[in-house]
T-cell receptor, first 111, second 114 residues
Framework: GEDVEQSLFLSVREGDSSVINCTYTDSSSTYLYWYKQEPGAGLQLLTYIFSNMDMKQDQRLTVLLNKKDKHLSLRIADTQTGDSAIYFCAETSDSNYQLIWGAGTKLIIKP | NAGVMQNPRHLVRRRGQEARLRCSPMKGHSHVYWYRQLPEEGLKFMVYLQKENIIDESGMPKERFSAEFPKEGPSILRIQQVVRGDSAAYFC????????????FGPGTRLTVT
């Protein structure tokens, strides 16, 4: 079945770039997403990419999609303490409304 | 434009009681989705509703769980006779008509069953 995999933790120094990786199995995914969850809070849609694109940039965020390897990454430039959160990768199933989620990567910022 | 509203934010129920979780979608959104997040896990799809219609409930447990989205008022996720395993965060999302891929989430309801 469909599956989305992420590393559980990533630790980076303040000011460095963070790269959060995700792999997925469903080759028919149409959209792939990155959501941010801060402690005790809801899920903030950061960005999403259509499967026929290979890159999308939005200010400090860069999303790269390697469809051949089914690999998605989120790069956060100049990581700040406010970026501390859990980052979830998700993909749409065939239905285009049922999101399939990874377990989330906790981004830890070191001073 | 207010975001997706969920209440209550925290709900404590004893085993065997009923839990009612409410979700008001963003203004102009007519599609509502419920997801469940168990501790240390990603979200799992439960149900997709439009006004007065359940479109897909394939992720809902067969017993004790039900959802509705009436013509007027919020969407309700109802869990009857709660058990400890129902303890989780329940998230509601909404999307505009025709754009099911762009889902905006509420803050969630954290259900604790004692």
């Amino acid at each position: 079945g469909e599956d989305v995999e992420q590393s559980l933790f990533l630790s980076v120094r303040e000011g460095d770039s963070s790269v959060i990786n995700c792999t997925y199995t469903d080759s028919s995914s149409t959209y792939l997403y990155w959501y941010k969850q801060e402690p005790g809070a809801g899920l903030q849609l950061l960005t999403y990419i259509f499967s026929n694109m290979d890159m999308k940039q939005d200010q400090r965020l860069t999303v790269l999609l390697n469809k051949k390897d089914k690999h998605l990454s989120l790069r956060i430039a100049d990581t700040q303490t406010g970026d501390s959160a859990i980052y979830f990768c998700a993909e749409t199933s065939d239905s285009n409304y049922q999101l399939i989620w990874g377990a989330g990567t906790k981004l830890i910022i070191k001073p | 434009n207010a975001g997706v509203m969920q209440n209550p934010r925290h709900l404590v129920r004893r085993r065997g009681q009923e839990a009612r979780l409410r979700c008001s979608p963003m203004k102009g959104h007519s599609h509502v989705y419920w997801y469940r997040q168990l501790p240390e896990e990603g979200l799992k799809f439960m149900v997709y509703l439009q006004k007065e219609n359940i479109i897909d409930e394939s992720g809902m447990p067969k017993e004790r769980f039900s959802a509705e989205f009436p013509k007027e008022g919020p969407s309700i996720l109802r869990i009857q006779q709660v058990v400890r395993g129902d303890s989780a965060a329940y998230f509601c999302a909404s999307s505009p008509p025709g754009d099911t891929y762009e889902q905006y989430f509420g803050p969630g309801t954290r259900l604790t069953v004692t």
